[in-house]
């Protein structure tokens, strides 16, 4: 069995105190050996640039960044270049994604669907790079059926994708059933969970409302009563998020991908007391 994977998830800050941050917390991840760190991708152009210069960054330093790249409102020339810059500053990994349609965006480009973009990166780089796609173990916010995305999911996965992470989710069950669903249709890739840290509640609630995870009632409820009492709320989360990766690599989970927030406080903290 090939030892677990684990990497951390970073945003391109805006500011350059966010650059600051952000090297910081890429220092103190550094330490725990990752296989690499990948960097969001704005669709419609809004973070771009700013994606383009934190992998640089990353990757001048020695480290593996792999960039996200979303497809939507994109030409295949413009995909086409920004794949070769990568390919030039010697980056191995892509994160191929659709992205979320930008409101007001009229065009939709010349890909629709993640799956082309996958089909493109192989047609065009052989086997250059190792390319990861997104999985959605309570399924995508804008499935029409579970059927439906499953059969999605497979059909983007053989396009030629290498691995597979996970958006993130509460409940263990809903992964180990949506692994089981793809392994029967014939999908070997890893499925690496994504981990979303809690550090406070509405935000939380927010994106996962939008995003289409569940916060198990009880959790929520628990959550929600702590109000601004942010400590009780980070300690809580810990103990259930320290909880579930234990109960996912016990499980036979391929390792973890943590959504770090751009800070290395609570993925550490998940780090040691599941003594990786
Ligand atoms: P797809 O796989 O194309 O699926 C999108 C929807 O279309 C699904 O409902 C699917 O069932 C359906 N579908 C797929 N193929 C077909 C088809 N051929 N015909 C009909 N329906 C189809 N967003 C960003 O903007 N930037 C990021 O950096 C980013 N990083 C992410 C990282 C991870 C690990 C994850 C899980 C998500 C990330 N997202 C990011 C969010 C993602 O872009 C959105 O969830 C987006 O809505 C779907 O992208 P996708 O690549 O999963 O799309």
């Known amino acids: 069995m090939t030892s677990p994977s684990f990497s951390f998830e970073f945003f391109p800050p ?7 941050k952000l090297r910081n917390t890429r220092r ?3 330490q725990l050996k990752p296989e690499f760190f990948s960097v969001t991708f704005g669709a419609g152009g809004t973070t771009q640039q700013g994606t383009i210069d934190t992998v640089l960054e990353i990757q001048s330093e ?30 191995r990994r892509i994160v191929a994604l659709r992205g979320d349609i930008p409101s007001g965006m009229v065009e939709v480009g010349e890909f629709r669907y993640a799956n082309e973009l996958v089909e493109f990166i192989r047609a065009e780089h052989g086997d250059w790079f190792h390319i990861e796609i997104a999985a ?3 399924y995508h916010p804008q499935a029409r059926t579970a059927h439906d995305d499953l059969g999605n999911f497979v059909r983007k996965a053989k396009a030629g994708a290498n691995s597979a992470i996970t958006q993130y989710f509460f409940n263990a ?26 550090n406070q509640f509405s935000q939380l609630a927010r994106f996962s409302d939008a995003c ?5 009632r009880w959790l929520r409820l ?34 973890l991908h943590f959504y770090t927030l751009n800070a290395a406080g ?11």
């Open 14 to 20: 805006k500011t350059a105190e966010g650059i600051e």
């Open 28 to 30: 103190q991840l550094a």
């Open 62 to 91: 020695g480290l593996q960044a792999a960039p996200h790249l979303s497809c939507i409102g994109s030409t295949r020339a413009n995909v086409g270049s920004l794949l070769q810059l990568y390919r030039d500053a010697g980056i």
């Open 136 to 138: 959605y173990p309570e």
């Open 173 to 198: 069950d809903a992964y180990f059933a949506f692994v089981d669903e793809v392994r029967a249709r014939g999908v070997d890739i890893p499925v690496v969970p994504g981990i979303m840290p809690i």
């Open 212 to 216: 289409g995870t569940e916060i198990p």
């Open 222 to 255: 628990k959550l929600q009563s702590y109000g601004d009492d942010v400590a009780s709320i980070k300690a809580l989360g810990l103990d259930v998020v320290t909880d579930l990766c234990r109960r996912l690599l016990d499980g036979g989970a391929p390792g």
């Open 266 to 276: 609570a993925p550490s903290t998940i780090w040691q007391r599941l003594g990786l």
